[in-house]
């Protein structure tokens, strides 16, 4: 074999390995995140089943004596039957939305009602779905987290060639209706 021919030889070769290494790299990255996308999901999914054991024990502490908020209790009942872990992670989150919406006008309803606000069962189950609503918020952010890491990862070189040979797709993030931009200042009576 003459010097050029092994020279070229051991070229290819470097290439091929380094090629190589970048496609290893590239598979365990995304795997590695995808892992973390499905562990910061089932994060999320663990409290949203919480929040829907809760809902049916506050809708039924408060029902005797809201008797005339009845829509307000059967939306929350409603959209707690809507929930379906098995749905599509947006239509979970459009469903978490309008749980989280429904079970905020639930709690404004119940400040209106003086022998609701002070029984201790109500006060204790309107703290726990307000914890919960807050995971669901701190969890969503991490799940958005991962989720934005790995779409990154798979949009980069070489990882985007490589989406198609291992079906690697952008997963959809957790996310809920937009706020407006413009609110209302809040107002401070004093005295």
């Given at each position: 074999m003459t010097p050029g021919v092994a020279a070229a030889a051991f070229a290819v070769g470097v290439v091929l390995v380094v090629a190589m290494f970048l496609v290893f790299a590239a598979y365990n990255d995304v795997v590695a995140l995808e892992r973390r996308a499905d562990k910061a999901w089932a994060n999320i999914d663990v409290v949203l089943k919480q929040r829907w054991d809760e809902l049916?024990?506050?809708?039924a502490a408060v029902r005797g004596v809201m008797r005339f908020e009845e829509d307000v209790l059967a939306n929350v009942t409603r959209l707690r039957a809507a929930y379906a872990p098995e749905a599509a992670v947006r239509d979970q989150a459009a469903t978490s939305q309008a749980t989280t919406s429904a079970v905020r006008q639930l709690l404004a309803v119940v400040e209106r009602y003086p022998a609701l606000r002070s029984?201790?069962?109500v006060l204790e189950m309107q703290h726990e779905i307000e914890r919960?609503?807050?995971?669901?918020?701190d969890r969503r952010e991490l799940y958005n987290d991962q989720v934005y890491r790995l779409n990154a990862r798979i949009g980069q070189v070489p990882a985007v060639w490589l989406a198609g040979v291992f079906g690697w797709q952008p997963r959809p993030s957790f996310t809920t209706a937009a706020e407006p931009t413009v609110r209302e200042p809040t107002k401070v009576?004093?005295?």
């Open positions: 049916p024990n506050l809708v029984a201790a069962n919960l609503e807050n995971l669901i918020a009576a004093l005295g």
